[in-house]
């Protein structure tokens, strides 16, 4: 039985995600989820999205709301590409330069145009192949240029240094990735994880995280159809812009066969050590456990059903206490049951 329901929901999962959000029953490559409870899902999603709009991918759909800001990017934090922010430093007869990174955003994470997730190759790994239509990706850098300071010093001076702040950015088209990941998860733990904190949505993660002793992404590949031309923007002086941005499109001209060529070892090598070490950082973190909370741990006597299936508000409105002490989970299955069965 555990064994179906852990089938069904990862149809479901695939059907959300992979399935498309318009038309009846649409998924990736026009085909019907087989998954019961998948189908189900997605038909609820899809008649809320309505027939006419054009088909979307439901993942599309969860980035653009819970991970992206409303310029429709993600910002990343620096330490992933680097430990230090200031990646030139420089000290010559002429200027004293340095030059660092202040952001590093991504946009359009939600163009993915096909998902293939979690397909068992192993005993303890999964293959995911993504295709997205498009990527972009802007660095915002700061320049500081000032007189020498040496004893050799051709030019000598007070003046207040100089500081630009610009941004360059560079677009990828028709992206296939393909995503190889061991997964170690003790089933010990797992089995021995407490119900409570799992009624609250925030902490289902970290206590699901808590159960897994290894997690290692073993194949990185990235193929990428096409590559727009650099552009650097942001600089004082227009003349700068159009002067460096023409100098940036001539080299990458010549050597953009060169790059393409260059890119899937750069990502199966720099991108999956990264992102490796920036894993093993994060479970790091969940590696406590997973903690029943002391509100929930004073709790005793039965259930109250008033507050474990509805919300505060409505649980008081019930007679409940109406204080979530049962936490968010159960609620918004609730709701997503009652508007799947009752919705339309």
């Given at each position: 039985?555990?064994?179906?329901?852990?089938?069904?929901?990862?149809g479901?999962?695939?059907?959300?995600?992979?399935?498309e959000?318009?038309?009846?029953?649409?998924?990736v490559?026009g085909?019907t989820p087989?998954?019961?409870?998948?189908t189900a899902m997605?038909?609820?999603?899809?008649?809320?999205?309505g027939?006419?709009?054009?088909?979307?991918?439901?993942i599309?759909?969860f980035?653009r709301d819970?991970l992206?800001d409303s310029?429709?990017?993600l910002?990343?934090d620096?330490?992933l590409?680097?430990d230090?922010?200031e990646?030139?430093d420089?000290h010559?007869m002429?200027t004293?330069?340095?030059?660092s990174?202040e952001e590093v955003?991504?946009?359009?994470?939600?163009s993915?145009?096909?998902?293939?997730?979690?397909?068992?190759?192993?005993?303890?790994t999964?293959?995911?192949v993504?295709?997205?239509d498009?990527l972009?990706?802007?660095v915002?850098?700061r320049?500081v240029m000032?007189?020498?300071?040496l004893s050799?010093?051709v030019?000598v001076?007070?003046a207040e240094?100089?500081?630009?702040?610009?941004?360059?950015?560079i677009?990828l088209r028709?992206i296939?990735i393909?995503?190889?990941?061991?997964?170690g998860?003790?089933?010990?733990?797992?089995?021995?994880l407490?119900?409570?904190?799992l009624?609250h949505?925030?902490?289902?993660?970290?206590?699901l995280?808590?159960a897994?002793?290894?997690?290692?992404?073993?194949?990185?590949l990235?193929s990428?159809?096409d590559?727009?031309p650099?552009?650097?923007?942001?600089?004082?002086?227009s003349?700068?812009d159009?002067i460096?941005?023409?100098?940036?499109g001539s080299?990458?001209?010549?050597?953009?066969?060169?790059a393409l060529?260059?890119?899937?070892n750069?990502f199966?090598?720099?991108?999956?050590d990264?992102l490796?070490?920036?894993?093993?950082?994060t479970?790091r973190?969940?590696s406590s456990?997973c903690?029943?909370?002391?509100?929930?741990e004073a709790?005793?006597g039965?259930?109250?059903f008033r507050d474990?299936l509805?919300?505060?508000?409505?649980?008081a409105?019930?007679?409940?206490?109406?204080?979530?002490r049962y936490?968010?989970?159960v609620?918004?299955?609730m709701?997503?049951i009652d508007d799947w069965?009752f919705?339309?």
């Amino acid at each position: 039985y555990a064994g179906g329901w852990i089938d069904d929901a990862l149809g479901a999962i695939d059907g959300l995600l992979g399935g498309e959000t318009a038309g009846a029953t649409a998924a990736v490559g026009g085909e019907t989820p087989t998954s019961a409870i998948g189908t189900a899902m997605l038909d609820m999603f899809q008649s809320a999205a309505g027939t006419e709009a054009p088909p979307r991918l439901g993942i599309n759909e969860f980035i653009r709301d819970n991970l992206l800001d409303s310029a429709g990017a993600l910002v990343l934090d620096t330490s992933l590409f680097t430990d230090d922010a200031e990646i030139f430093d420089g000290h010559d007869m002429l200027t004293e330069t340095s030059l660092s990174i202040e952001e590093v955003s991504l946009k359009g994470l939600d163009s993915f145009t096909e998902l293939d997730l979690l397909n068992a190759i192993g005993n303890y790994t999964l293959r995911n192949v993504l295709r997205l239509d498009h990527l972009t990706v802007q660095v915002n850098m700061r320049a500081v240029m000032a007189a020498s300071s040496l004893s050799d010093a051709v030019i000598v001076g007070d003046a207040e240094p100089i500081v630009e702040h610009f941004s360059i950015e560079i677009t990828l088209r028709d992206i296939e990735i393909d995503l190889s990941v061991f997964l170690g998860v003790n089933t010990a733990t797992l089995g021995s994880l407490q119900l409570g904190p799992l009624l609250h949505s925030s902490d289902v993660v970290t206590c699901l995280l808590s159960a897994v002793a290894e997690l290692e992404a073993t194949e990185l590949l990235v193929s990428v159809g096409d590559v727009e031309p650099p552009t650097l923007t942001g600089f004082l002086d227009s003349g700068v812009d159009y002067i460096i941005t023409s100098a940036a499109g001539s080299l990458f001209k010549m050597y953009e066969a060169v790059a393409l060529r260059a890119l899937p070892n750069f990502f199966d090598s720099f991108v999956k050590d990264r992102l490796n070490a920036y894993v093993d950082d994060t479970l790091r973190l969940f590696s406590s456990g997973c903690e029943l909370s002391s509100d929930m741990e004073a709790l005793d006597g039965h259930v109250d059903f008033r507050d474990l299936l509805y919300g505060a508000e409505e649980a008081a409105s019930a007679g409940g206490n109406g204080d979530g002490r049962y936490g968010d989970l159960v609620p918004t299955v609730m709701d997503v049951i009652d508007d799947w069965l009752f919705g339309w």
